[in-house]
């Protein structure tokens, strides 16, 4: 299962970003694999619906799960139609890293 973990960068000493449509990086960690990769949020720094775009980019990619600090309602409804689960961590002083473990 693939589960998307929002940065605020490129690399799993970065830490967790609380925003999802606004995040910098998402980490799509792989548990079958047990293997991650990084790719950048191209909307970011849209004007305007962030959130929605992120969720489609969420569904083409294949995730199951992702795991940020707030979904707005436009992504949550999406994510919801797609069966993808939302997690909130209001943590924004663990790494990447620290999160991989704990869902291991």
Partial sequence: MKTIITATGNTEDALFDLR??????FCIYDKETNSSKFIKNEHADAQGGAGTKAAEQTVELG????ISGDFGP??????????????????DTSSIKDIINKIK
């Fill in 74 to 91: 436009k992504a949550k409804e999406i994510l919801e139609k797609f069966n993808i689960q939302m997690v909130v961590l209001n943590d």
């Fill in 63 to 66: 995730v199951k799960q992702v």
């Fill in 20 to 25: 999802y449509g606004r995040a910098k990086y």
